[in-house]
């Protein structure tokens, strides 16, 4: 399905620092480039993900850090958030639930984007990442039913933040998905924004494979590029337009 939809504001919850340029940062720049707020949640600073001799936790923390927030400026986000949980043993704990329903509540986004927690097979030479999945887990845990119930996590009144029930869930997919974002005016930020992890690029050039994904999400949809995505609504557009006059 393409349909030019540009939510008001998204905020995308992953794992590491280079899921989101992998997996859905073509469908944020061009939701940023038509003015819909961009916000990032990273569970993990990726500190496990330099395999250098005499590398650290800590400045390989930092290393990746950095790359995600240039990503983040190429793509259009305005704000990236670490909770900095441990890079390789990410648990779908209720305290990561609670923190991720902190973010929802604070930034009050229309769309959340995540990882499918289902997915572990994903073609015949990868396993999704246990990261993937508990990321994905802890977030749509978080989106629904916890951030949009105010007697849970009542405390996080006290800090001013009301409940909030996004609009709609885009759930990212390595086979394709059922709802497809047309790319093409993005798919070079899409790129660009891949190339700013250059601890994990080392010598290679990701514009072709990334293309030749893209392409294969696009074929038979009159897109040359595409993301696609499983997409559950949560509130129908005239209950939520009627929340946002209230707001």
Known sequence: MN????????????????????????????????????????????????????????????IREHEQREAAKIVGA??????????????????????????IRRFKPEVVVCSDPTIVW?????VNH???????TAALDAIFPAAGQPNLFEELAEEGLSAHKPRKIYVTS???????????????IKIEALKAHKSQMHDWDPVDRIRQWASEHGKGKEMAYAEGFRVVTLVDNETWEKQQQER
């Open 3 to 62: 349909n030019f939809y540009i939510p008001e504001s998204a905020m995308a919850i992953v794992a590491h620092p280079d899921d989101i340029e992998y997996s859905c940062a073509g469908t944020l720049a061009r939701w940023a480039k038509h003015g819909a707020r961009i916000s990032y949640v990273l569970c993990t600073s990726g500190d496990v993900g330099i395999d250098e001799p005499g590398m650290t936790r800590a400045r390989a923390a930092e």
């Open 78 to 103: 305005v704000e990236v958030i670490f909770l900095r949980e441990p890079d390789g043993m990410l648990q779908p704990t209720l305290e990561l639930r609670k923190k991720l329903v902190r973010e």
């Open 174 to 188: 390595f086979t394709g998905g059922e709802y497809f974002v047309n790319i093409e005016e993005t798919i070079d």
């Open 130 to 136: 246990p990261d993937h999945r508990a990321a994905g």
């Open 122 to 126: 994903a073609g015949d030479d990868y």
